[in-house]
């Protein structure tokens, strides 16, 4: 399966249950999320990734700057973790 693949199913799973998945062009924020879901009133930045495929160093570091200031961040890596992380 392709990281395509698992973006795709966040998409879908995310309009079917109401809410918008929009793709996130960072300006010089280099390893920030790929993905924006807001659902059922919050705001989940996400990082989908090919099954078994783990965040990059520099994007860990993004994520935990993010986490920092109250941000939520998912990396994704599995229609199951999609699920998981939309319920």
């Not at 390893?31 to 930045?45: C, Q």
């Not at 200031?69 to 599995?78: A, I, K, Y």
Request: with cysteine; hydrophobic share 35%.
């Amino acid at each position: 399966m392709r990281e395509s693949t698992i973006e795709n199913y966040l998409v879908e799973r995310t309009k079917a249950a109401g809410g918008e998945c929009r793709k996130l062009k960072w300006i010089g924020r280099h390893g920030a999320p790929d993905r924006l879901v807001m659902l059922n009133g919050k705001a989940i930045f996400i990082e989908p990734k090919a099954p078994g495929e783990k965040a990059k160093p520099h994007q860990v570091r993004e994520h935990e700057r993010m986490r920092r200031m109250g941000q939520r961040v998912e990396v994704v890596d599995s229609c199951e973790r999609v699920d998981e992380v939309l319920a």
